[in-house]
């Protein structure tokens, strides 16, 4: 039987529902690098300097952040395939006047399906982030119960096309990385990948994708246990790292948008706690690093408690896996210099 593919949308931000719960910053000395968040100017809503800043400035020690593309900015006229590097101008403008360490590290797109066009994408890329620029995210998510939402959907079999492959080889010239954005059937495929171009950095996004709705929420202990064993093989690709985030969205079976009152830190930790944990142990902390995910998980929850979340997950950890988690990694990562120190 075919399955339905359905929309799971991200709810809208409402500031003043999210206002209606105050929580104080734990540990506030801590230093962040916030590893992913976007920009744009959607129907849906607004998420530039002043609204970043807002969040930035709300009380955690967020050091730095990594702008993550979304297809905000493109170039409206040229090429077809230069238009992409209109982003990364548009972010390069918006982070000087941002200050210190916001998007201190941009990662762009490319289709690497171009062939030889790819090299004078990312060549393009590489001038316009003006020291800026880390690498490129082509979102391989692809599921048949999910209608993805991203702004370049992917088709099936992305990860293993020979022409995909072929463009992601010449990252390692420019000294780029990869960004995976994918759901955790796929979590084999983004292993097979990692172990053909075993010298290229790769990082999967949102703890590796985990689904809890549709057929995937049937049987949620054997979802669950696929996951685990998707994740362990890729966690053995000593090239690829993991972002631990991404978890108030609609397709991680969660509806904190539906309820009286915003989610508290110690609610999202309990619910997280599961897949989280397991990313740790997986991959290990210094292969591991929080992601606020922002706007998009700002349907959800607030800054304040999606950071405040994700240190009572990382209560039990050393002072090094603490310092590893919430900067060092995406640091050493992204080339951040001492933005983590």
Known sequence: MAVEQRA???????????????EDILEPDLPIVDAHHHLWERPSGVYLVPELK???????????????????????????????????????????????????GIVGYTDFRLGDGVDAVLEAH??????????IRQSAGWDPAILTQTSAPAQPGLLADPAFRGGL????????????????????ELAALARALPDLPILANHCGGYIAIGPHAENLPETFQRWRAGLRELAACPNVYLKLGGQAMSIRGVAFHEQVLPPSSGEMANAWRPVMETCIETFGA?????????????????????????????????????????????????RLGELGV
Not at 8 to 22: E, I, K, S, T
Not at 85 to 95: F, H, Q, S
């Open 169 to 188: 080889a010449r990252l390692g010239r420019f000294g780029l990385s990869y960004e995976s954005s994918l759901y955790h059937p796929q979590l084999p």
């Open 8 to 22: 799971y949308p991200h709810p809208h931000v409402n500031n003043a529902w999210l206002a209606r719960l105050r």
């Open 286 to 334: 210094s292969r591991c690093m929080f992601e606020s995910n922002f706007p998009v998980d700002k349907g959800m929850c607030s800054y304040v408690s999606v950071w405040n979340a994700f240190k009572r997950i990382a209560a039990g950890c050393s002072e090094a896996e603490k310092a590893d988690l919430f900067a060092g990694s995406a640091t050493r990562f992204y």
């Open 126 to 135: 590489v001038a316009a982030g003006k020291g800026r620029f880390r690498g």
């Open 54 to 104: 807002a969040d930035l400035g709300a009380g955690h020690n967020v050091r730095g952040t990594v702008f993550i593309q979304c297809g905000y900015g493109f170039r409206a006229d040229g090429p077809a395939e230069l238009r992409p590097v209109g982003e990364t101008e548009t972010v390069v403008k918006i982070a000087s006047a941002a200050g210190p360490g916001v998007c201190a």
